[in-house]
């Protein structure tokens, strides 16, 4: 049976309209799974900004606080700064009392001899500071120290007829109250108990940041020239004058270009000998000698000999470091500084065998000098020892416990030692 036209118009259009649907409902899938896609795209982005954000408010957090901490510090420093500034600068004076002897017409001057001292010192320092042209921020406070035997100076003055004992007092008495700043110190008796109390002064004060100068009165010997040299080596050398009384500058004063202060008419010119008898020194059997970090001591004095006039024998059974106490390598081969405070006797009668075997057990113990990186002033002198016994090749090295741990310690053939 043949189909009507109309009948085929309206399927035609049907197909039409349903070939549209489904394109449409395709498109429309395809349209929903990308928009799908981008959302999730969008929402790990989203997530990515947001814990950028967080990170960045954190570091922000962090910094700030960093800020407030620098902030606080830099006022910390202002209000030191502040506090340094109002305090008084120091310009210290330190003097040898028996190496320096001030000038007879002023000692037995007596308390005004004193006082015109202290004044003479007072006016050098005082001239010496403004042709320096040094620039300061707070106020200069001026400080002097006098270390000296008394004892032994009344004895000596007296001897070569400079003044009397009583002159003596009344010129230190007039010295000290011309300044509450001004300070003499009888050391008492004992070798090198000045020069141990100057070089602990100089060693100590120098460190100071308030310390604008040290003007040093040590005399015309170089006695200080090992005290010298170790400050050169610690760099503390630029705070130093000299303070001397003629032109005739020690060697120490030359070699390291120390700036130089003449008092041509407040000390005496030469060195007065000491008495040939002085009283023994103190008992100070409870006291304990300063050690070095190597627990050795370091010697600090030229060496010398002196013998015991109540010495005693050793015991020929017994190793000398097995004594009690032991002798003291210092004192029998070079120069013992802690007089009656140290722990080794000064009183055995050695025979020559006996000191050769001491220094030979001396150069087993390391040189404090060498072994902290600092170069020995005694040289071939020095008791202690400058290079390792093991040599190169020492054992104790490889494992890093010898006690010989300064650089050049272990290069040098140990019977090359000095």
């Known amino acids: 049976m043949a189909t009507s036209p109309v009948a085929e118009v309206s399927q035609q259009l049907w197909d039409e309209t349903l070939g549209r649907l489904l394109n449409l409902s395709s498109a429309t899938i395809k349209r929903n799974a990308d928009l799908e896609n981008r959302l999730a795209e969008l929402e790990v982005e989203l997530v990515v900004w947001k814990q950028a954000h967080a990170t960045a408010i954190e570091g922000a957090d962090r910094e700030a606080k960093a800020l407030k901490g620098r902030l606080a510090s830099l006022n910390s420093q202002v209000a030191s700064m502040e506090t340094f500034m109002s305090q008084s600068l120091l310009v210290l004076c330190v003097i040898d009392g028996d190496a320096c002897i001030f000038n007879d017409l002023l000692l037995r001057q007596g308390h005004e001899g004193g006082r015109q001292a202290a004044q003479q010192l007072t006016r050098a320092v005082a001239d010496y500071l403004t042709s320096e042209d040094v620039h300061v921020l707070g106020r200069l406070s001026f400080w002097v120290t006098i270390y000296f035997n008394k004892a032994i100076l009344a004895n000596v003055l007296e001897r070569h007829k400079l003044c009397s004992p009583e002159q003596l007092d009344a010129f230190i008495m007039g010295f000290s109250q011309s300044s ?160 009656g405070a140290c722990k080794y006797s000064h009183d055995y009668i050695l025979t020559p065998d006996q000191l050769a075997t001491l220094a030979a057990n001396a150069k087993k113990a390391p040189c404090n000098f060498l072994k902290n990186g600092l170069q020995c002033p005694y040289g071939e002198r020095c008791c202690w020892g400058h290079v390792c016994p093991n040599g190169p090749k020492c054992f104790h090295l490889s494992k890093g416990k010898c006690w010989f741990k300064g650089e050049s310690m272990h290069n040098v053939s140990p019977h090359l030692s000095p």
Request: glycine share 6%.
């Open 180 to 339: 509450p700043r001004f300070v003499l110190v009888d050391v008492g008796y004992g070798k090198d108990a000045t020069f141990t109390k100057i070089t602990e002064y100089l060693q100590t004060y120098l460190r100071f940041p308030q310390t604008q100068r040290i003007f040093f009165a040590g005399g015309q010997e170089n006695t200080y020239a090992p005290t010298i040299a170790a400050l050169q080596n610690d760099g503390l050398l630029g705070k130093v004058a000299f303070l001397e009384a003629c032109r005739a500058s020690p060697n120490y004063a030359q070699k390291h270009r120390l700036p130089i202060l003449t008092v041509d008419t407040l000390f005496i010119n030469q060195r007065l000998s000491p008495p040939l008898r002085t009283p023994p020194p103190l008992n100070m059997n409870g006291l304990s000698p300063t050690l070095t970090s190597g627990g050795l001591p370091t010697p600090h004095s030229p060496p010398s000999m002196s013998a015991s006039a109540t010495g005693r024998l050793v015991d020929p059974t017994l190793p000398l470091h097995k004594h009690s106490p032991p002798p003291c390598n210092e004192f029998y081969l070079m120069s013992c500084t802690k007089g």
